[in-house]
């Protein structure tokens, strides 16, 4: 199914399941649909199994927005809680659409938590309350973290939410025919000795010389720490200490320690590569922002940070606390980073890069290779230290079910695509209407880059033949050349058949200039 046809069925209002292989463009039909609700002025909520994917959507976690927390099984008493909370009461209640991201890793009991939250808000016996539900994620990633968790499609609530399969067969990321090949069988569970060669040809030795610059990615945090504290003591000078504050009952401190990404005693040098780990209120970093200590504030002694796309960032303390009917039962203060020369696979769900090493020798869950490996673009952009057997496998329920959902896209496909226009929009207009919304006009879409029917990749490619194509070492040189001649961003845009936008968000991502520079 192409991006069109998924935006198409979405506009209808019915619940979905938008799914596809990494870099099939699942964030950008989210994305497109958002865009879409707010010119129609229909309130979604956009939210994400965790922290680090809520920040690719501009959302924040279904936990956060639901009231659940961090508990579960919810009880009566507990439902009953959270329902007669003023703030979530409000926000569910404005919501007419829930975009829930990364569904793979959200586990069966934390959906029905959400299913009946929204219902006792709502007052109403439909799934979620009578919200279109749209499901984001692709289960061959990441699973629920807790073991034994059940996949949200067993779910009591997704079964009866019923969602329409929208599975994306179009390719984004990686255009290497090779790497396409090696991820199609990890995916599918046929992993032969020709792949294994090919994954053996990207491997290097601990010692040697690995792309400078390239985020290395592992499956345990003991070695992601090893790595981050090695090149914190390569860096000269002694470490700037900021300690972790707590108050409140015990135990609720403990899991917030343990919910907090930032370590207890975070130690800096001017140099360090940071990870932010909270969302700022005022949106100048998000939890995941990348970037670099430049110095410490001669005032406050707070690290001054350049994330990655140019800006600088003061990281002044932040507050990580759990309430109970309005009351504060426990806090925690830290600077919101932590060291970021190594991450883990879970936090690398749903990046895309440019380059990576990755060690996958003590992979320990099925899907884990499988992501860290689709978050390159390139097979030349991939190093790797090793591997294990559990590194190629998928889960087995998963294997099966994905055949399902296939099939039932190509049943989506047909109906819509049997669809005379007419009919389609009148859906499309009765949804908004029926929520309250105002259909956006046909100037509203064309400004938007559509014609009323939705995003058109197709469309895009006739003004600008390499959009959303992976960008390539060639084109890479024949950017820095042209920038370095002074050309304008249009006349890179015509010269290299990207969009303007591609263009400046590129010559940032090279460092050829500064964010504020574009």
């Not at 309005?326 to 879970?346: D, E, F, N, S, Y």
């Not at 390139?378 to 055949?403: C, I, K, R, Y």
Request: glycine letters at 8%.
């Amino acid at each position: 199914m192409t991006q069109e046809q998924a935006l198409n069925i979405l506009k209808t209002g019915a619940n979905v399941f938008l799914t596809g292989e990494p870099g099939s463009g699942k964030s950008f039909v989210t994305n497109a649909y958002v865009s879409y609700l707010k010119r129609a002025k229909i309130e979604a909520a956009v939210t994400a199994s965790t922290g680090i994917a809520a920040t690719h959507i501009g959302g924040r976690t279904i936990h956060s927005w639901s009231g659940i927390g961090i508990k579960k099984p919810l009880s009566a008493w507990d439902v009953d809680a959270i329902a007669s909370s003023d703030w979530i009461v409000k926000r569910i209640d404005h919501a007419r659409v829930l975009i829930i991201d990364e569904v793979s890793m959200l586990d069966g009991d934390t959906l029905l938590s959400v299913d009946r939250v929204c219902r006792a808000v709502k007052r109403v016996a439909l799934p979620f309350g009578g919200l279109q539900v749209v499901f984001v994620g692709d289960f061959f990633q990441l699973p629920p973290i807790a073991p034994g968790s059940s996949f949200a499609f067993t779910s009591k609530p997704w079964q009866e939410a019923n969602p329409l399969v929208c599975y994306l067969s179009e390719q984004h990321r990686q255009e290497d025919p090779a790497f396409l090949r090696l991820l199609s069988s990890i995916r599918q569970g046929t992993v032969t000795e020709e792949d294994g060669e090919t994954l053996s040809r990207r491997r290097v030795g601990r010692a040697e010389e690995v792309p400078g610059g390239a985020l290395k990615l592992y499956t345990h945090n003991v070695d992601v720490d090893r790595i981050n504290e090695k090149e914190l003591e390569g860096i000269a000078g002694a470490a700037e200490t900021f300690c972790m504050t707590a108050s409140g009952k015990k135990s609720l401190i403990e899991t917030l320690k343990r919910g907090c990404l930032s370590p207890e005693a975070l130690l800096l040098k001017k140099g360090a590569s940071v990870m932010f780990t909270k969302n700022h209120q005022q949106g100048m970093y998000v939890n995941g922002t990348l970037g670099t200590v430049t110095d410490f504030d001669k005032y406050s002694g707070y690290p001054l940070i350049k994330t990655r796309d140019g800006r600088r960032v003061v990281a002044e303390p932040a507050d990580w606390s759990v309430e109970e009917h309005g009351r504060m039962m426990a806090k925690v203060t830290q600077i919101p980073l932590r060291l970021a020369w190594a991450i883990t696979v879970h936090k690398s769900q749903g990046m895309s890069l440019d380059a990576a090493v990755v060690d996958l020798s003590h992979a320990f869950v099925e899907g884990q290779g499988y992501v860290a490996l689709s978050r390159v673009r390139t097979l030349a952009g991939l190093s790797l230290f090793g591997w294990n057997e559990m590194a190629l496998t998928v889960h087995p329920d998963v294997v099966g079910q994905d055949a399902r959902f296939r099939d039932q896209s190509l049943d989506s496909e047909a109906v819509f695509g049997a669809m005379e226009k007419a009919e389609r929009d009148r859906l499309h207009t009765a949804f908004v209407k029926a929520q309250g919304g105002v259909m956006p006009s046909a100037s509203d879409e064309r400004r938007a880059g559509s014609s009323g029917t939705g995003f058109s990749l197709d469309r895009v490619r006739r003004k600008h033949p390499n959009a959303y194509r992976p960008w390539s070492e060639e084109e890479d040189a024949r950017l820095a050349e042209l920038h370095a001649a002074r050309k304008t961003v249009k006349d890179i845009s015509k010269s290299l058949g990207r969009q303007p936008g591609a263009i400046r968000s590129r010559l940032v991502k090279t460092g050829l200039v500064l964010a504020e520079g574009v």
